[in-house]
Each structure stands twice: as structure tokens, then as C-alpha cells.
């Protein structure tokens, strides 16, 4: 049981450690981040959506 607990205790001296190494994003660097993924999903949503639309009229055209 104190081989357990010395490993735990272990873990998380270490990641302790380590998250102290990160550098995190300021508010601004994450906000502009959000804007960059949002604005990602959504080109490539509509990127799909015509790409769907093209296959549909496609089909609907050959089984007429």
C-alpha cells in the first residue's frame, strides 16, 4: 500500500512540475483562436453543404 501511495504522490509532484513549464494563452491569443476554429467549421460546413447539394441534383437528374 506505501508503494501505491509513493506513486501517486510521484505523479502528481511531476505533473505539478510540468504545468509549471506551460505557458498558457493569454485571453486575447484564445480569442483569437475561437474566432480562427468558428470561422473554420463554418467554410467548411457550407463546403460540404454545396458539395452535398451537387450530388443530390447529380442523382436526382440521372434517375429522372
Do not use: Q
Not at 470561422?39 to 453543404?49: E, G, Q, S, V
Amino acid at each position: 500500500m506505501e508503494k501505491v501511495l509513493t506513486v501517486i504522490r510521484n505523479f502528481v509532484t511531476d505533473t505539478n512540475a510540468e504545468l509549471k513549464k506551460c505557458t498558457w494563452p493569454t485571453r486575447g491569443e484564445l480569442w483569437e483562436s475561437s474566432i480562427l476554429v468558428i470561422i473554420t467549421i463554418a467554410i467548411t460546413t457550407l463546403l460540404i453543404f454545396a458539395i452535398d447539394r451537387f450530388y443530390i441534383n447529380i442523382f436526382e437528374w440521372l434517375t429522372r
